[in-house]
């Protein structure tokens, strides 16, 4: 067991994720991927009323709120056939269209950034030279000589004073990075930025939602009026701010986050060989223009690709009893079925029997049980969901944008179609859907304004609100594609009540373990292959599990229903 590298718990995600690699060597021969947490969501909202489910589901996760809630409204929706109002809809693009670029760049500048950039190495870079490297890939307004000395003398205070912070633990100095002290100095001011940036446009969500995170939602619309003479409803005042902020986004993607992601790409194109992963790639769709029924509508097409073949879209069907299933072969859950069985979402489990080992273990025993996070798998195949999935739908059904936006990122490079298929390729897609989505945004935004000056204020429908209206049994899936990729709640209601409750998310399917097949996820494949400078200082594992954006408590299910505490973690 000596030929094992350990990470636990991988940090910078959202969540607890423990990642173990065999090595043959100094290459990963094959890697596990365990989620270390519990959650109780599902069990939960067992017998509660439906329309009560987002305020639940958002508490699944701290970061990933909105999309809970917008998955669960539209589970309940679809299952009692609701239709919404057009400003619902755009309201509701435009809520997720934020939270898209938002925690895109929150992810690549504090979470993914330092796998690629020395902070410690700013320390030596000339101002002058930094403002011309800043100047030469962007017109950023903050690129002056003067305003990169100073960044750098705020990094001189942190380090004279001996305490790292927010920069602490980090492995500067390893080998493996490869940027110029100025690239180094231009990324570490752009991440200060974008800590201030991030406040403007959360203000998004709270003059929708109430308040950010956590917004709020309601079962038919959303719980904002639309009046334009009030101070306690959507007025002329909060749509300018709103304008202003989709503004705010557009200038940071264009002008530091795609230009930043460019720049230091450049330096490690060898990347774009590494990381791959499985090869499939899985889309529910998302952005509708004429209603969430309607896929032909959507800015995100729904389909899967199979074996990088971009010639082929396979159709997936979210209803389809033989599509999607979730299997326990290798979680620490059973199946009254067995644990060799799957079972799609409106069937699913989370009962526990769980009798493996409580940590501290020395390893995990990946014959048997090693994660709290399930296995989806959609016609039996395993399947990546995530921007780069979103980005190769978009390319492939002909998405003119994306075409452009991919075709430049990969000349400017200069390397093949095949360089999206890697670690530096996910970390790519991201940036490019970023573009994608605050472009869009413009459009959501002024197709609202063209509707309130029509005379279209409505933002909510009544019909159907009673629940002595609704059948006897109901059943239902919401859809989204959250910013980690493709998240679904199916539903089941019966007498007015919750019945069942599943929710899969993307980072089941990222980090799932292996299968009754012996097929590993979609983190264990990409992480094979790799060659580490330092298994003390595993960098290259970060960057190819950051390149996804972990979300584990997301991905992890249930806790004994009898409150009997299974599981006591310790991260010293």
Known sequence: MNDRVIVDPITRIEGHLRIEARMDGDRIAEAWSSGTMVRGIEIILRGRDPRDAWAFTQRICGVCTLVHGIASIRAVEDALKYE????????????????????????????????????????????????????????????????????????????????????????????????????????????????????????????????????????????????????????????????????????????????????????????????????????????????????????????????????????????????????VAHSWYDYDGGKTVGLHPYDGETALNYDGPTPPYEHLDVEESYSWVKSPRWKGNVMEVGPLARVLMLYASGHEQTQELVNYTLQTLDVPVEALFSTLGRTAARTLESKVVADNMQTWYDNLIDNIKAGDTRTFNEVLWEPSTWPKQARGVGFTEAPRGALAHWIVIED????????????????????????????????????????????????????????????????????KELVNVKIC
């Open 496 to 563: 007015g009540k919750i019945a069942n409750y599943q929710a899969v998310v993307p980072s089941t399917w990222n980090a799932g373990p292996r299968d009754a097949a012996g097929q590993p996820g979609p983190y264990e494949a990409a992480l094979a292959g790799h060659r580490l400078h330092d298994p003390k200082q595993p960098v290259e594992i970060l960057r190819t599990i950051h390149s996804f954006d972990p979300c584990i408590a997301c991905a992890v299910h249930i806790m004994d229903p009898n409150g």
């Open 84 to 327: 919404i109002p057009k400003n619902a809809q755009l309201i509701r693009n435009l809520m997720i269209g934020a939270q898209y670029v938002h925690d895109h760049v929150m992810h690549f500048y504090h979470l993914h950034a330092l796998d690629w950039v020395d902070v410690v190495s700013a320390l030596q870079a000339d101002p002058q030279a930094t403002s011309d490297l800043a100047q030469s890939i962007s017109k950023y307004p903050k690129s002056s000589p003067g305003y990169f000395s100073d960044m750098r003398m705020k990094l001189k205070k942190f380090v004279e004073s001996g305490q790292l912070g927010i920069f602490a633990k980090g492995y500067w100095g390893h080998p493996a990075y490869k940027l110029p002290p100025e690239a180094n100095l231009m990324a570490f001011a752009h991440y200060l930025e974008a800590l201030s940036w991030q406040r403007d446009v959360a203000k998004l969500h709270t003059i929708f939602g109430g308040k950010s995170p956590h917004p709020n939602f309601l079962v038919g619309g959303v719980p904002c009026p639309i009046d334009l003479n009030s101070d306690s409803a959507i007025n002329s005042a909060r749509l300018a701010t709103v304008q202003n902020v989709i503004v705010q986004m557009r200038e940071f993607v264009d002008q530091v986050y795609l230009p930043d992601t460019l720049a230091i790409a450049g330096f490690y194109k060898d990347w774009t060989t590494q990381g791959e992963g499985v090869g499939n790639f899985l889309c529910y769709g998302d952005f509708p223009e004429q209603g969430i029924n309607d896929p032909a509508t959507f800015l995100f097409p729904r389909g899967a690709i199979l074996g990088r073949d971009l010639s082929t879209i396979h159709e997936v069907d979210l209803y389809a009893m033989d599509q999607v299933r979730e299997h």
